[in-house]
């Protein structure tokens, strides 16, 4: 404890656990945007690095407890329904991490950003994209490629997972249950990475792991408000939340 208000102060913690809370709701409801919240807010009054150590202990728990909500038997079964899309995903990600100090990050997430949103017009107004049974290996090569070179390059992968996600028509809870496992999956590429990194170190370990309580009370009450939710309202509260990450990433492409 005293190592981590060393490096941030009560104030700041005490913010930092304000944004943990929130983003952990926006998670439970829609199955995805902690790292986003968590990124965007804390990085406004904490270095970089701090911040994203910090969202990094919430991640890896919270894609557990999603991925495992409805029990381990259909977590399983999901992993074998959609093994080839995480795989791709994790190959990605491994091998674009290599690729970080070559290429310009800026123009990566303007890349993805843009059709991001697009997409996210598009299904609001009412503009159905959906991929046939017989295109889902092509759509999960695709989708599976630039989420896992984006995550590897930027820490960024959920954007274009549930917009593969929402392009095959999964449903509400499957969809929920595929992300938090394709996210657990990355969480672990992630936390190996930043402990080489040495993101993760003696001093941002205590933090990440005290922010670890407000996210997951969070995303209990983000569950219950997706509990709630019909398909359609799911549906388009999803679809609200990806434009937001989807701008957000235009916005990180355009300031550098």
């Known amino acids: 404890m005293d190592a981590m208000f060393s490096l941030i102060g009560p104030q700041a913690f005490a913010i930092a656990a304000a944004v943990a809370l929130v983003g952990g709701f926006v998670k439970g409801t829609v199955g995805f945007a ?59 990600m491994t091998f674009s991490a290599q690729l970080l100090p070559l290429l310009p990050q800026t123009a990566l997430l303007l890349i993805l950003g843009v059709p991001v949103s697009i997409f996210a017009v598009m299904q609001l107004a009412g503009l159905q994209i959906r991929v046939s049974p017989e295109r889902r290996g092509r759509a999960e090569l695709g989708f599976g490629t630039v989420a896992g070179i984006l995550g590897g390059l930027s820490g960024v992968w959920g954007p274009p997972t549930v917009a593969y996600l929402l392009a095959i028509g999964t449903e509400k809870s499957e969809q929920v249950r595929v992300q938090g496992v394709v996210f657990f999956l990355g969480s672990l590429v992630l936390v190996a990475a930043h402990l080489q990194s040495g993101v993760l170190n003696a001093q941002t370990i205590p933090f990440s792991l005290a ?15 997706q509990d ?12 609200v939340v990806l434009l937001i990450a989807g701008l957000n990433l235009i916005r990180r492409g355009l300031i550098g």
């Open 228 to 239: 709630r939710m019909n398909r359609d309202q799911f549906l388009r509260a999803t679809l």
């Open 34 to 92: 902690l790292p986003l919240v968590m990124m965007s807010g804390m990085a406004a009054f904490l270095p970089p690095e701090v911040a994203l150590a910090g969202l990094i202990g919430s991640v890896f728990l919270s894609n557990i407890w999603q991925a495992l909500r409805q029990g381990r038997r259909a977590a399983f079964e999901t992993a074998l329904k959609h093994w080839r899309f995480g795989a791709i995903v994790l190959v990605g």
């Open 211 to 225: 922010l670890i309580v407000p996210a997951m009370l969070g995303m209990w009450l983000g569950f219950k408000a």
